[in-house]
């Protein structure tokens, strides 16, 4: 039995007009061939718009060809009749985990699937609580999933589908929202069920470093299958992947740098443990490097923009569902600062920039935007959330007009501007943020997930704020995607002096951007640093759920190993440098 066979899939999506008439006819899989052998683990990558989720939706019968055919365990999806046998037997999880979370209780929600499968009822509790043991969740299993965050309710949906033990999983951005032991943790497990039981996985991902176990990679571009291979085959590639819009691992990188610039070192290595094994190889243990120079950090000038003083965040108070989010949250933010927030799934990060712009009320304490109190009676909050911006978690969750201009155009529309200002500046957000003129009139509800959080974000640039506040904004964006928004918006920062506040998982991200990072764990602020000074706490960010960037890992393994090399590089253009010998 076959887990999957594709034959020569065509998927067109119609849009129609009012009257019901096809208007315009967009081709999203071109003639597509897969073959999935029975256990195997296969990543599908390409960029945003390149016909992954499609294809998924194909394998579960969530969608039907236009041309072709979709075998799922040889069952051919166009027919009625193995509808609810395609969907026991490849389960599915979603980008977004409110698309599939249905219960009040996470234990009932776990259950779901299996109750709903026939499945008795002692197999039920105990699949339920192996499942919630593999995704770091039994603690929550008589918790709401309303109180959960966006990272721990992904941690649940992933659960949900474990306990159903189908014999293929269908994972699409499954970890885009977790932090990075939690990503591993998903990801060990997944593993663990692929090679102990045999289930097929195949998983859609950004993150490239969770495909490098792989046993086949396809890459997608355009609607078709542009490279298949091993990881060893694909990730040798670079200079194509990048023509892609795609990345390889950073450790693959900056292999492949250094070879540039003559270390022998070989392609496509894939481990920060075969990095340090080949290089030492290659240059030994006393080869002279570059010196450490101290690199100069940037410091915050003038009166902060927003404050915090004894901030204390507690949820569902004097009730059965009681929480303390935030206690003890001292913080100062300046004018055209970029700080990097990040902590572990649940930490508060997400409830502390809800603080921010006021969409929630401190239980204790004051937050000041300009040296006023927001809080205060009278306060205008309004005009707060045109000057301090915020992109939700979740884009869905702030797109709601009939077409993506309109959308866009809604902030500065309740600014007050004339229609020529409110349609320059939509337009000039919607080009910023790289969403294509011709989709301008496209619902925002009919976009990939990528594409709605470009439009969401282009949304709040719209209105021009003093503080823009993103929440894991490049969640489901591919790689080039990512570079250029997070580029373009400190590209703004620094031209307008806008500040900027990213919370992301991505350390590789905050350690590219940020001039400072807040590090939250369990509520409390851990650290307040420059990321170079931050990212020195290897051991004790492990401890709290987080990770350094893996260039830094690098540099710190090789140190130990016994290369003399400095260990503060947090990207790979300085690992570059500090590997490259003297000559």
Known sequence: MKPVWVKNLVHDYVTRDEEGNSAEIRRALDHVELDVEEGQFIAVLG???????????????LLLPTEGQVLTCDMD?????????IRKSAGMVFQNPDNQIVASVVEEDVGFGPENLGVPTEEILTRVKDSLAAVGMTKYSKSSPNHL???QKQRVAIAGILAMEPKCILMD???????PIGRREVMDTVHRLNKEKGITVILITHYMEEVIDADRIFVMSDGHVAMQGTPKEIFARVEEL???????PQVTELAYELSKRGVAMPPAILTPEEFVEEYRKAVGTSVKLPSENEIPERKPEGDPVLSLRDVRYVYGEKTAFETVAL???NLDLYQGEYIGLIGHTGSGKSTLIQLLNGLEHATEGTVSFRGEDIFREGYNRRELRSNVGLVFQYPDHQLFETTILADVSFGPKNQGLSDEEVKERAEWALRLTGVDSAMWQYSPLELSGGQKRRVAIAGVLAMKPKVMILDEPTAGLDPAGRDEILG???RIRKETGMTVVLVSHRMEDVARFADRLIVISDGHIKYADSPRAVFRHRDELTDVGLEVPQVTQIMQMLSESGVACRTDAITTAEGVEALTPVK
């Open 47 to 61: 960029a945003n718009g390149s016909g992954k989720s499609t294809l998924a939706k194909h394998i579960n019968a």
């Open 77 to 85: 999806t166009a027919d009625d009749e193995f509808l609810w046998e």
């Open 149 to 151: 965050s966006g990272g």
């Open 173 to 179: 951005e499954p970890t885009a929202m977790l932090d």
């Open 242 to 248: 990048k023509e892609l819009r795609l990345e390889v």
């Open 327 to 329: 206690t003890d949250v």
């Open 488 to 490: 373009e918006i400190d």
